[in-house]
């Protein structure tokens, strides 16, 4: 059984920090692995990809120069570290997995196939 597990949310004020962990059982980030959030009333939205075999990864605008993904040598978690935190940041972050996407196509929420069950930032202004 595939299980995706998001951690490391919580509380911080606006301009501080905080790093995501998505640790994966049953399954090893071999492709792609991507970021999303959700905030209440709004849509879950793409904030990032990775592609473990290509190293390419992928950035929502919104978060280009403050968010950064990574994933470690065991490919059994992904990393977003998240910089220069806004209020426009809370939202509730989901890791997703799949084993493609295209540079149009990945902040795309039907082309993943797993998904964990998502960690709440919250960033006080």
């Known amino acids: 059984e595939v299980q995706l597990v998001e951690s490391g949310g919580g509380l911080v004020q606006a301009g501080g920090s905080l790093r995501l962990s998505c640790g994966a059982s049953?399954?090893?980030?071999?492709?792609?692995a991507g970021w999303f959030r959700q905030a209440p009333g709004k849509e879950r939205e793409g904030v990032g990809c990775?592609?473990?075999?290509?190293?390419?990864?992928y950035y929502a605008d919104s978060v280009k120069d403050r968010f950064t993904i990574s994933m470690d040598n065991s490919k059994k978690t992904v990393y977003l570290q998240m910089y220069n935190l806004t209020a426009e940041d809370t939202a509730v972050y989901f890791c997703?997995?799949?084993?493609?996407?295209?540079?149009?196509?990945?902040?795309?929420?039907?082309?993943?196939?797993?998904w964990g069950q998502g960690t709440q930032v919250t960033v006080s202004s």
């Open positions: 049953g399954f090893t980030f071999d492709d792609y």
């Open positions: 990775i592609s473990k075999r290509d190293g390419i990864t």
């Open positions: 997703a997995a799949t084993y493609y996407v295209g540079p149009l196509s990945w902040d795309d929420t039907i082309e993943y196939d797993y």
